[in-house]
């Protein structure tokens, strides 16, 4: 099976502009989270989406969104890019809201220049 | 607000010296604690997951263990393959997020 697919796998991106990332999840899981992880830092939780509607939101400004389809892929969208939000974005996909088993993707590397 | 802090932040060893890296939590109403491992670059990498107070779990050469504000992972003999970044993370009765610390950057030289 599949594991979780994230694109792209790397970005550079100016300040100011938007960025949408992408993630599909394991074959049978209906939840997808969304991680920040700054370089030498642990991950940051950003959103859990489960059946379409967003049931978790991390300390994140408002610049940041997401959405989840109804075949349960994930888009993380991002305004008006900051330096510092440069980072890798790992999208976790688990079977169900409060379901203990995360499977990370390999991330998104975002660059903001 | 629930917190997860890792120690060291880094450590070394040489291969085959044993040592144990060490996670506090203080979380509301935990629901269990991972382990995961992360290679540059990667995403993180299942290892365990504890769930209550005395609970131990062993693959190869770690062995995981958990009491009611701190886990530990150990491990034994370490290779130069083990070296990597291992994170934990803890899952509360909220149920919709993991609260991780910053990770122990591990280094294993032949």
């Known amino acids: 099976d599949a594991g979780v697919t994230q694109s792209p796998t790397h970005l550079i991106k100016t300040r100011g502009q938007h960025v949408t990332l992408r993630c599909s999840p394991i074959?049978?899981?209906?939840?997808v989270s969304w991680y920040q992880q700054v370089l030498g830092q642990g991950p940051q939780f950003i959103f859990q989406?489960?059946?379409?509607?967003?049931?978790g939101r991390g300390n994140f400004p408002d610049r940041f969104s997401a959405r989840q389809f109804p075949n349960y892929s994930s888009e993380l969208n991002v305004n008006a890019l900051l330096l510092g939000d440069s980072a890798l974005y790992l999208c976790?996909?688990?079977?169900?809201?409060?379901?203990?088993?995360?499977?990370f993707g390999s991330g998104t590397r975002l660059t903001v220049v | 607000e629930d917190q997860v802090t890792q120690s060291p932040e880094a450590l070394r060893l040489q291969e085959g010296e044993s040592s144990s890296l060490n996670c506090s939590y203080t979380?509301?109403?935990?629901?269990?604690l991972f382990w995961y491992r992360q290679d540059p670059g990667k995403g993180p990498e299942f290892l365990f997951t504890?769930?209550?107070a005395g609970e131990e779990k062993e693959k190869e050469r770690l062995k995981a263990t958990l009491t009611k504000k701190e886990s530990f992972l150990h491990i034994t003999a370490p290779k130069p393959e083990d070296s990597a970044t291992y994170l934990c993370?803890?899952?509360?009765?909220?149920?919709?997020?993991?609260?991780f610390g910053g990770g122990t950057r591990l280094m294993v030289k032949p």
């Open positions: 976790a996909s688990s079977r169900g809201q409060g379901s203990y088993g995360y499977t």
């Open positions: 074959s049978g899981h209906k939840s």
């Open positions: 989406y489960y059946e379409k509607e967003e049931r």
């Open positions: 979380v509301s109403g935990l629901r269990g």
């Open positions: 504890l769930y209550s």
């Open positions: 993370a803890a899952y509360n009765n909220a149920g919709n997020m993991l609260t």
